[in-house]
C-alpha cells in the first residue's frame, strides 16, 4: 500500500477493531482526521505512530441524536460545553440538539442563529442540530432546513414548556408536504392524550400511578396517527424514544408496508422497570413513562429484531430542584433523565446479558443513528469515514458515582448502578479529545449542518 501521508498520522491497533465486516484483529489508518484505510493483522505500515490499545474494543465513536443541551437561555440546566464534555466522557463524538428546553426555542432562522452563536467555541465533539415545528410556524420550516438543520421536531402533547406547544393534525398536515418535499425527517413524540389522567392521582409519590397517568394507549393512538400521516404524505417520520411494547406489531406492519418510518428507544426502557422504582424518587421520572419488566423485554427483542432501529439518550436535566426530589411529587417534577456519559456503558450491561455483541452496539449507537440524520461520515469505521473512535474495555466495571459525573448536574438515576464497559479513550477526527478521565485544553468540535455534513 503506497500513500502519500500528512504528518497527522496515527494507527489505532487492536484485536478488537469494530468493521462493518465485524471485529476484526486490525489497525484504523488515519491521516488529516479521516480513516484512509483498515490494515488487517498485526502489521503496520510505516510512517504512522501507533497506539496499540490491545484486547481494547475499538468502535466508532457513538452518535446520539436526541439530546437536550438547553444553550441558550437555560444554560443553567446544562449548556454545549458541559454536553459536550459529557458526550465525549461517554465515547460520543457526534451528537443532535433538540429544539426545546433552550430560550428562545428553534422555532425560526433567528433562534437558530442565536443556538449557533452559543454554541461557538464550546464543542468538545461535533455537533448538529433540530429546528421544532410548533402550532403557527409552518412558514419557518423551510427557512430552517436551507440554514441546515438536519431534522424537524414535534409533540402532540404538552412538551413541558410552554414556549414550545404540541401541535394538531392540521398543523402537520401542513407542514409535512413541505419536510417531505426536502427529505429530512419529521421527529414526533408520540402520546395523544384523550382525557386527563392526573386527577385520578390520589399518591403524587406513587411511581405506579404516574406510570398509570400516562398509558400506553396514548403512545399506540399516536403512532397509528403518524403511520397514516406518514403514508399519505410519504413524509419521513421518525417516532422518538419508543416506551410501549405493545406498539411493536404497529411498526412492524408500517415497515412492512415499505413506509419511510423509523424508530429509536433509550437506555432507560431497556435498563431500569416500573416494578423497581420507589415511590418518590423523582430521578425516574421520564414521558413516556418507563414500564414494567416484560415490556422492557420486548423491547430488548425489537431492538434485535429490527423494529427498532437504534438507541439514543434522550439527555434530559434540569437544576436539580425541579425534579422535586424533597417532595417526591411525580406530578409536578420534571420529567427527563440525565444519562449522556453513561449510555453505552448502560446498554452494554444489559445487551452482554442477552447475548448481544458490541458490533450491534456499533449499529444501534453509532452507524445508524447518523445514517438517520444523513451524516455520511460518521457511524462507521471504514475508509473516507471521520476518524471518530471509542476505545473501550467490555469487562471493566464501574459503579456510578457524582463524582465522576461530568454533566452540569449529578442529578441521574444511574447513581449507584454497577455497569460494564468503562470508556478509556476519545478520537474526534483523529484527535485525542478524552483520555482516562482527562479531556483535550480546549474545544476541538464543529457545528455540522445538513447543507455541508
Not at 456503558?345 to 453509532?366: F, N, Y
Request: hydrophobic share 40%.
Amino acid at each position: 500500500m503506497s500513500l502519500a501521508l500528512s504528518r497527522n498520522t496515527l494507527a489505532i491497533r487492536s484485536r478488537r477493531v469494530v468493521t462493518p465486516d465485524g471485529i476484526q484483529n486490525a489497525s484504523v489508518l488515519i491521516d488529516n482526521g479521516g480513516v484512509v484505510d483498515i490494515s488487517f493483522g498485526d502489521e503496520v505500515p510505516s510512517g504512522y505512530p501507533v497506539d496499540d490499545v490491545g484486547d481494547l474494543v475499538v468502535m466508532p465513536g457513538l452518535v446520539d441524536t436526541h439530546v437536550h443541551v438547553n444553550q441558550p437561555g437555560r444554560t443553567e440546566w446544562e449548556g454545549f460545553e458541559t454536553a459536550t464534555r459529557a458526550a465525549a466522557a461517554g465515547g460520543i463524538t457526534t451528537l443532535v440538539d433538540m429544539p426545546l428546553n433552550n430560550s428562545p426555542v428553534t422555532t425560526t432562522v433567528d433562534a437558530f442563529k442565536e443556538k449557533l452563536l452559543s454554541a461557538e467555541g464550546k464543542l468538545y465533539v461535533d455537533c448538529g442540530f433540530y429546528g421544532g415545528l410548533v402550532p403557527g410556524n409552518t412558514h419557518e420550516i423551510k427557512p430552517l432546513i436551507d440554514a441546515g438543520v438536519l431534522g424537524v421536531k414535534a409533540f402532540l402533547i404538552h412538551s413541558g414548556i410552554d414556549d414550545f406547544p404540541n401541535v394538531s393534525e392540521t398543523d402537520l398536515r401542513a407542514a409535512m408536504p413541505i419536510i417531505a418535499q426536502h427529505g429530512v425527517p419529521l421527529l414526533v413524540h408520540c402520546e395523544l392524550s384523550s382525557s386527563n389522567l392526573k386527577s385520578h392521582i390520589t399518591n403524587p409519590r406513587s411511581y405506579l400511578q404516574y406510570l398509570s397517568s400516562r398509558p400506553r394507549q396514548w403512545e399506540h393512538e399516536a403512532i397509528e396517527l403518524m403511520i397514516l400521516l406518514c403514508k399519505e404524505y410519504s413524509c419521513k417520520v421518525h417516532i422518538v424514544h419508543v416506551s410501549s411494547s405493545d406498539a411493536i406489531p404497529l411498526l412492524n406492519k408500517a415497515r412492512a408496508s415499505g413506509l419511510p418510518l423509523t424508530t429509536e428507544t433509550c437506555p432507560h426502557y431497556l435498563y431500569f422497570t416500573a416494578e423497581e422504582i420507589p415511590d418518590g424518587d423523582t430521578r425516574f421520572k421520564c414521558a413516556p413513562p418507563i414500564r414494567g419488566k416484560e415490556n422492557r423485554e420486548r423491547l430488548w427483542n425489537a431492538l434485535r429484531n429490527g423494529a427498532i432501529d437504534f438507541i439514543v439518550s434522550d439527555h434530559s436535566p434540569s437544576v436539580p430542584s425541579l425534579k422535586c426530589l424533597e417532595t417526591g411529587n411525580f406530578t409536578h417534577a420534571w420529567g427527563g433523565i440525565a444519562s449522556l456519559q453513561f449510555g453505552l456503558s448502560i446498554v452494554w450491561t444489559e445487551a452482554r446479558k442477552r447475548g448481544c455483541s458490541v458490533s450491534d452496539l456499533g449499529k444501534w449507537m453509532a452507524q445508524r443513528p447518523a445514517e438517520f440524520v444523513g451524516l455520511r461520515k460518521k457511524g462507521r469505521i471504514a475508509p473516507g469515514y471521520d476518524a471518530d473512535v471509542v476505545i473501550w474495555d467490555p469487562d471493566a466495571t464501574m459503579t456510578v458515582q457524582p463524582s465522576m459525573i461530568v454533566h452540569r448536574h449529578k442529578l441521574t438515576p444511574y447513581e449507584g448502578r454497577t455497569l460494564y464497559g468503562n470508556i478509556v479513550k476519545t478520537y474526534l477526527r483523529g484527535t485525542m479529545v478524552f483520555d482516562n478521565g482527562s479531556f483535550v485544553q480546549k474545544p476541538l468540535g464543529n457545528i455540522l449542518l445538513r447543507k455541508n455534513s
